[in-house]
């Protein structure tokens, strides 16, 4: 039996990890769930998975919990984030936390050699070569749970002899795709994504396609490609998950369901596959499978994701922080849409290429590209 910790626990990938261990309880225990502040989520989890550490942000939350619990190991604010981390009572460690919050627990999984299956975003975008040195020194695992990356991943099984060519990463094109970009855009019509329910953070990062700009850097790391060999393919279906072209000319695509439960239950129990509820896809009914191209003047977080790939690390450290205090602003209805993607372009422009080597240094560029953010829009 695999004991699992969840960091993001009461998120939606949170949420569909621990779907994936109640259809299989003989497979997987929870030792461990990582919560921010919804503390009638997370009791609910408690009471139903039993496990023995957990951690919420604040201090009036971790003493309610251990009034209730009191023979629980409970966490709670920066201190109880590092210890808890630290830990090394569990097989694998799901990193689902949003935004940079993930990286400091995922490098410290990995430091300790631990298997970590990513849904996180963030910390390879901040953190990639950190990361992948840091998994290779310490022979940590490190699998993924993004769906588009799930899908190159086991497109890739036994072909380690066989030379990339091109990545396939498809996109749905989220709620604009066909539509006008412009600042009459809500918040409520950002949210309404046409195939994939997704947390507010994410579901946003796709309606700008920075989602994919993410994802394309995350693909750089993950599977050691040149930005030049990545090409996004628009799939609104998204019956495609992502594709693997090599030299050869074949391509292999990984098709299915749209459920994140597949991905996390494959990097749950890798390289095995596990049978779920989920209603399978008839390829009668799906007909035709159609792919375009991405707009990259009109999707302009996407564009601005490969110029900071092409102009080193620090400026996708600069992206990432930008973007998560711009969509937040947007979110709580502080800032407009199209301010998303100028406000991002201000502050590339404003960076100049600085070395970063460790965690801290990371962090540091971050939290001073966030106030920085915050100062221009007087958020």
């Known amino acids: 039996m695999k004991k699992i910790a969840i960091f993001g626990s009461t998120g939606s990938i949170g949420e569909s990890t621990l779907n994936v261990v109640r259809e299989n309880p003989d497979l997987f225990q929870v030792v461990t769930l990582v919560a921010g502040k919804n503390i009638k989520k997370l009791i609910e989890q408690i009471q139903e998975f039993k496990p023995q550490n957990v951690y919420i942000t604040a201090e009036e939350n971790a003493n309610q919990i251990q009034e209730l619990y009191p023979n629980l190991h409970v966490y709670h604010g920066k201190e109880g984030m590092e210890k808890i981390s630290q830990l090394t009572d569990f097989d694998i460690g799901v990193s689902a ?13 990995i430091r300790n050699g631990k298997t970590v299956a990513l849904a996180n975003k963030e910390v390879l975008v901040a953190g990639g070569k950190l990361i992948m040195d840091t998994a290779k020194k310490n022979n940590a695992t490190l699998l993924t749970v993004d769906s588009e990356h799930s899908a190159i991943m ?23 795709f066909d539509k006008e970009i412009t600042d009459a855009i809500t918040v409520e019509q950002a949210l309404n994504h046409p195939t994939w329910k997704m947390g507010p953070k994410v579901t946003i990062d796709s309606s700008t396609m920075m989602n994919k700009g993410f994802e394309v850097i995350e693909a750089k790391w993950l599977f050691d490609v040149e930005p030049s060999q990545i090409q996004v393919v628009v799939h609104r279906k998204s019956i495609v998950h992502s594709m693997v072209q090599f030299q050869d000319g074949t391509i292999m695509a990984n098709l299915g369901p749209k459920s994140m439960q597949i991905p996390i239950a494959y990097a749950l129990n890798y390289p095995n596959r596990l049978s779920n509820h989920i209603e399978k896809i008839d390829l009668f009914e799906i007909a035709e499978l159609a792919f375009e191209k991405p707009d990259l003047e009109k999707f302009q977080c996407l564009q601005l994701a490969f ?3 092409e102009k080193g690390h620090s400026y996708q450290v600069v992206l990432n922080a930008a ?11 502080k800032s407009t849409y199209k ?19 460790t965690v801290e240094e990371i962090l540091a560029l971050d939290h001073k590209v966030k106030e920085e953010t ?6």
């Not at 915050?374 to 958020?379: F, S, V």
């Open 154 to 176: 086991q497109c890739l099984q036994g072909e380690k002899q066989n030379k990339i060519d091109k990545i396939l990463l498809t996109a749905s094109g989220g709620p604009f």
């Open 339 to 357: 301010q998303i993607s100028k406000g991002i372009k201000k502050m590339l422009d404003a960076h100049n290429l600085m070395e970063l080597n």
């Open 97 to 109: 936390l949003v935004g940079v919050a993930g990286l400091q627990p995922t490098y410290n999984m």
């Open 323 to 333: 973007n998560e205090i711009l969509v937040d602003a947007f979110l709580n209805k």
């Open 307 to 309: 110029e900071a790939i």
């Open 374 to 379: 915050k100062r221009m829009i007087e958020y």
